[in-house]
């Protein structure tokens, strides 16, 4: 069972990547899925309980996004999923709040501050904010996970910081180092 604790944490890290080197929305979404099925196995076995919400309420976001950006669904089905979603996330933040009332400590505030924000990015549908975002929630989760212990987590969040800076202040300036480096055009 270690075993696949920690297995399931390094494909953690690998989805992390995959998700974040995209340069288009619909492809992100579509790695977004592998990432949470990923994510709340891995969530559930390691005990940590933000995770797992976390992940299933960016399940549900990044469906609904991605069903009113990239499909025709009928806007009855649209808003079922939409109050579907909105029910589960009042869930969540009523989860939150009393699982940090019951154990209150920085590292699991800052898991539930990062969902915010993570939450927050992919509700947006320019991918700039969507990367300003994530860079943000790299720095707190980071932290968060380092006062938690989780060293995947902490790599993830290293990565994600390295991803997004690039995307945001490198990648504008210098577009060709991207394909040069990264083997792949937009």
């Not at 790695?31 to 995770?51: Q, R, Y």
């Amino acid at each position: 069972m270690p075993h696949l604790i920690d297995v399931l944490g390094w494909t953690s890290v690998f989805f992390y990547i995959v998700l974040l080197v995209f340069n288009r929305m619909k492809n992100m979404r579509i790695a977004s899925f592998l990432s949470v099925v990923n994510d709340v196995v891995w969530g559930l076995m390691i005990g940590v309980m933000p995770k797992v919400l976390l992940n299933l309420v960016v399940g549900s976001v990044n469906l609904y996004r991605y069903i009113c950006d990239f499909t025709k669904l009928s806007i009855t089905a649209t808003r079922t999923i939409l109050v579907i979603m909105v029910v589960f996330l009042l869930y969540a933040t009523y989860f939150s709040i009393n699982d940090y009332l019951a154990n209150p400590s920085l590292g699991l505030l800052l898991t539930w501050v990062d969902f915010a924000i993570i939450l927050t990015a992919l509700s947006v549908k320019k991918l700039r904010l969507f990367q300003a975002f994530m860079l943000l929630s790299a720095f707190v989760g980071a932290y968060a996970y380092y006062l938690l212990g989780i060293e995947q987590m902490i790599v993830i969040k290293a990565i994600v910081a390295m991803i997004m800076t690039h995307k945001l202040f490198i990648h504008p300036h210098f577009p060709i180092v991207e394909q040069k480096l990264l083997f792949w055009k937009k």
